[in-house]
């Protein structure tokens, strides 16, 4: 599956531009506040291009980002390298897969957002997933998932959606002087 996110990656900002990854990660905050309010050490499996994990580093926490793919880690190391440095040195990512990653740290909260347990397949991949988050948290500590609702997923009838999008190709001279 890396080289299918590998291959989308170069799109995958452009095509979710307009998420709301603040209101998202203020809602996590909200529930991470409410199970412990001295949580600051999130892991994140799944952590895509990063936005997420930049939102919370933004709110004082700790971010651990773990993705499968390695286009997509470079997008987050980019998007760290430009963000303020208070702000990127709350943040690491590395290279892993859901199901089978060790960081051999524990963290206070661990996050596997927009789907990424749907992508699990098998119950031995789900159930490898979990794994990998009780693995990581320290005692007492909370795992946030979302997921895909089987029966809403059944019943909802399909729609067409279309996303219309443009990249431009800039020289360096255009870029410098946006």
Same mark, same amino acid.
């Given at each position: 599956?890396?080289? /299918?996110?590998?291959?989308?990656?170069?799109?995958?900002?452009?095509?979710?531009?307009? =998420?709301?990854?603040?209101?998202?990660? +203020?809602?996590? &905050?909200?529930?991470?506040? %409410?199970?412990?309010?001295? *949580?600051? =050490?999130?892991?994140?499996?799944?952590?895509?291009?990063?936005?997420? *994990?930049? !939102?919370? *580093?933004?709110? $004082?926490? &700790? /971010? !651990?980002?773990?993705?499968?793919? %390695?286009?997509?880690?470079?997008?987050?190391?980019? #998007? =760290?390298?430009? @963000?303020?440095?208070?702000?990127?040195?709350?943040?690491?990512?590395?290279?892993?897969?859901?199901? &089978? /990653? #060790?960081?051999? =740290?524990?963290?206070?909260?661990?996050?596997?957002?927009?789907?990424?347990?749907?992508?699990?397949?098998?119950?031995?991949?789900?159930?490898? *997933?979990?794994?990998?988050?009780?693995?990581?948290?320290?005692? $007492?500590?909370?795992? @946030?998932?979302?997921?895909?609702?089987?029966?809403?997923?059944?019943?909802?009838?399909?729609?067409?959606? /279309? +996303?219309?999008?443009?990249?431009?190709?800039?020289?360096? !001279?255009?870029?410098?002087?946006?």
């Amino acid at each position: 599956m890396n080289q /299918v996110f590998d291959s989308y990656a170069r799109y995958y900002d452009l095509m979710y531009q307009d =998420k709301d990854y603040v209101t998202e990660a +203020k809602y996590v &905050t909200s529930l991470i506040t %409410k199970h412990n309010s001295q *949580a600051n =050490k999130i892991l994140e499996l799944g952590c895509g291009t990063g936005a997420h *994990a930049e !939102h919370f *580093a933004r709110m $004082g926490y &700790t /971010v !651990h980002g773990v993705d499968m793919s %390695k286009e997509m880690l470079a997008l987050a190391e980019t #998007r =760290k390298a430009g @963000l303020p440095e208070d702000v990127a040195a709350r943040l690491s990512f590395s290279l892993g897969d859901v199901r &089978t /990653v #060790r960081t051999e =740290k524990t963290y206070d909260v661990v996050i596997s957002l927009f789907h990424v347990m749907s992508y699990q397949s098998t119950n031995d991949d789900v159930n490898s *997933a979990f794994e990998t988050a009780a693995r990581h948290l320290s005692l $007492g500590g909370l795992f @946030l998932f979302d997921f895909w609702y089987g029966p809403a997923v059944l019943t909802q009838q399909p729609d067409t959606r /279309v +996303k219309g999008l443009r990249t431009v190709k800039l020289g360096l !001279h255009e870029l410098q002087s946006l």
